[in-house]
């Protein structure tokens, strides 16, 4: 049988402190999530003055990248190219979610939303990569 890493809470503390502190250095207010490698919540912040719906895109988002393993923006440039059979997928095609690869695997993933989503996907790799410095 094959073992694999998986995200503990401290991780989660970890990539949540880093994110909320990049949207906070650009003054966002924004909803972070963070999902199991089957998208299941782990984790979930809603800063002050993000809406509940930042908080559900923001669950979305991180579903959509810890289950295709792929960002959401990926779904995104797809649709945006003229595959609208994309929206029938259960994705949320919405920049703003990345998938945590750890050791070669997909380990969950974490989104964001509250602000431009290119803004989103900033916060939520200033995340990824506090979790992952260091590790090879």
């Keep these: 049988m094959r073992t694999r890493p998986e995200l ?3 991780d989660c503390r970890k990539m949540s402190a ?4 990049e949207a906070r250095r650009n003054d966002w207010n924004v909803a972070i999530a963070i999902l199991d490698d089957g998208g299941h919540l782990l984790h979930l912040i ?3 003055g993000a809406t509940p719906a930042n908080a559900a895109i923001a669950v979305e988002k991180a579903r959509t990248a810890a289950t ?6 990926m779904w995104e440039e797809r649709v945006a190219g003229g595959r609208l059979s994309m929206l029938k997928m259960p994705v949320l095609p919405v920049q703003g979610g990345l998938p945590i690869i750890a050791e070669g695997c997909c380990v969950g993933a974490i ?3 509250g602000v431009a989503s290119h803004e989103d996907e900033q916060i939520v790799q200033a995340g990824i990569d506090a979790l992952l410095k260091g590790k090879g």
């Design 18 to 21: 880093a994110a909320e502190a």
């Design 46 to 48: 809603r800063m002050d």
């Design 68 to 73: 295709t393993r792929r960002p959401s923006k």
């Design 111 to 113: 989104g964001a939303s």
């Design 8 to 10: 503990t809470l401290d």
